[in-house]
């Protein structure tokens, strides 16, 4: 999720397409959320592991 993130953010600032900069960002944000939370053994969801 932070990659394509990532390469959202990339793509709206070369293209200057201010949607995929928002999306890219609000992915980011999320993808770091859900990694941090994921390290801390916490489980999201109900779940422990989404692999």
Same mark, same amino acid.
């Given at each position: 999720?932070?990659?394509?993130? !990532?390469?959202?953010?990339?793509?709206?600032?070369?293209?200057?397409?201010?949607?995929?900069?928002?999306?890219?960002?609000?992915?980011?944000? !999320?993808?770091?959320?859900?990694?941090?939370?994921?390290?801390?053994?916490?489980?999201?969801?109900?779940?422990?592991?989404?692999?």
């Amino acid at each position: 999720m932070i990659i394509l993130g !990532v390469i959202l953010l990339v793509l709206g600032a070369l293209l200057n397409i201010p949607i995929l900069y928002t999306i890219g960002g609000v992915l980011v944000v !999320v993808g770091a959320i859900l990694w941090i939370l994921g390290s801390m053994d916490r489980g999201i969801g109900g779940r422990r592991h989404y692999y």
